[in-house]
C-alpha cells in the first residue's frame, strides 16, 4: 500500500535557526496537505500544494511541493518557540481516504 | 473553537466495556472523518463518511463501528475495548469528501483501565 514517510522524526534547534521538514510518498500524489499539532492540541490544516514544483510561502514557513510531485518540503526561517509542535504531512490514497504521515517533532530552546 | 464538537473529552473506563464518542461536524460539512492517535502510531485513519454514507474505511477493528445520522453528526462506538485502545481519538470534518482540508475536533481522549 501507499506509504508516507517523514524526517526527521525529531528535531531540537535553537531559537533563530531554520528548521527543514521532509515528506516523501512512494507514488505520485494529486495533492499534499501540511497540519501542525501544538502539544495538547489537535491538528490543524497550515496549508495544500497541487501544483509540481509549487512554491507557497506563509510569513516564516516555505513550503514546496517536489517536480515529480512525490515529496514535499516545510521550511521554517528563524524558528520562534510559538512554532513548538509537531508537524504532519497528509495525503490522499487512490481510495479516497487521507493518511497521515508520522510528524517531525520540534523543539525549539529559547 | 475549530468549530467541530467532540464528546466527551475524557473517557475513563474498564477493559471489556463499551464506549460511545460523538462528533458534530463544522456547520456545512457533509463528511466525517475518525483518526485515532497513539503515541507511537502517529494519526491513524479509521473511516470517512459522506452524508450519511460510509465513503472509505481504513485501519478500523470489527470491534469499533461508526455511522453518521441525518443531521451529520457521527459516533464512533469502541466495545470490548482492550488495554491497547487507549488513545486521542479525533474527529475532523470537511465540506467534500476529497480534496479539501480538514478542521479537526480536540479530541476525545480515551483511558481504558
Known amino acids: 500500500g501507499q506509504q508516507v514517510m517523514q524526517i526527521p522524526q525529531y528535531q531540537h534547534v535553537q531559537e533563530g535557526e531554520d528548521f527543514t521538514t521532509y515528506c516523501n510518498s512512494s507514488?505520485?500524489?494529486?495533492?499534499i496537505q501540511w497540519y501542525k499539532q501544538r502539544p495538547g492540541g489537535h491538528p490543524v490544516f497550515l496549508i495544500q500544494?497541487?501544483?509540481?514544483?509549487e512554491v507557497k510561502k506563509q510569513k516564516r514557513l516555505t513550503f514546496q511541493f517536489g517536480e515529480a510531485k512525490k515529496n514535499s518540503s516545510l521550511h521554517i526561517t528563524a524558528t520562534q518557540t510559538t512554532d513548538v509542535g509537531t508537524y504532519f504531512c497528509?495525503?490522499?490514497?487512490?481510495?479516497?481516504?487521507?493518511?497521515f504521515g508520522p510528524g517531525t517533532s520540534l523543539s525549539v530552546i529559547p | 473553537d475549530s468549530g467541530v464538537t467532540q464528546t466527551p473529552k475524557h473517557l475513563i473506563t474498564a477493559t471489556g466495556q463499551r464506549v460511545t464518542l460523538r462528533c458534530s461536524p463544522r456547520?456545512?460539512?457533509?463528511?466525517v472523518y475518525w483518526y485515532q492517535q497513539s503515541l507511537d502510531q502517529g494519526l491513524q485513519f479509521l473511516i470517512q463518511?459522506?452524508?450519511?454514507?460510509?465513503?472509505a474505511k481504513g485501519n478500523i477493528l470489527e470491534r469499533f463501528s461508526a455511522q453518521q445520522f441525518p443531521d451529520l453528526h457521527s459516533e464512533l462506538n469502541l466495545s470490548s475495548l482492550e488495554l491497547g485502545d487507549s488513545a486521542l481519538y479525533f474527529c475532523?470534518?470537511?465540506?467534500?469528501?476529497?480534496?479539501?482540508?480538514?478542521?479537526f475536533g480536540s479530541g476525545t481522549r480515551l483511558t481504558v483501565v
Open positions: 507514488t505520485t500524489l494529486s495533492n
Open positions: 497528509a495525503v490522499e490514497t487512490s481510495y479516497d481516504k487521507v493518511i
Open positions: 500544494l497541487v501544483k509540481s514544483g
Open positions: 475532523a470534518s470537511s465540506s467534500e469528501p476529497t480534496g479539501l482540508s480538514y478542521t
Open positions: 463518511y459522506y452524508n450519511g454514507e460510509e465513503r
Open positions: 456547520s456545512g460539512d457533509l463528511s
